[in-house]
Nanobody, 124 residues
Framework: QVQLVESGGGLVQAGGSLRLSCAASGRTSSWYAMGWFRQAPGKEREVVAA????????YLADSAKGRFTISRDNAKNTAYLQMNSLKPEDTAVYSC?????????????????WGQGTQVTVSS
């Protein structure tokens, strides 16, 4: 089993920044692809960003391009989501997840391990 714990969420004003962290423990593998997801009240969960196990490939949703950056430090078993220029519409619960393979995917069902999520609230 792999446990994922997110941190770094909070309340920030529009235009501000936050860095989310996702720490993995247990039977971790530095080769697992990781993804960041968010779910706002009344909306479906959506993919924000994803990164391959070797960091050679990454994906950013259109809403995140130019503002968010996904990265990982395999030595620390931690993935990050740097969020800049935050907007009120970014308000959501952000969760990280890991697949059991190297390559990232946009298919949520392929993410085997999930964290509990961290709340991000952006005030206008």
């Amino acid at each position: 089993q792999v446990q994922l714990v997110e941190s770094g969420g909070g309340l920030v004003q529009a235009g501000g920044s936050l860095r989310l962290s996702c720490a993995a423990s247990g039977r971790t593998s530095s080769w697992y692809a990781m993804g960041w997801f968010r779910q706002a009240p009344g909306k479906e969960r959506e993919v924000v960003a994803a990164i391959s196990g070797d960091s050679r490939s990454a994906y950013l949703a259109d809403s995140a391009k130019g503002r968010f950056t996904i990265s990982r430090d395999n030595a620390k078993n931690t993935a990050y989501l740097q969020m800049n220029s935050l907007k009120p519409e970014d308000t959501a619960v952000y969760s990280c997840a890991a697949t059991a393979g190297l390559i990232w995917t946009l298919n949520l069902r392929e993410y085997v391990y999930w964290g509990q999520g961290t709340q991000v609230t952006v005030s206008s």
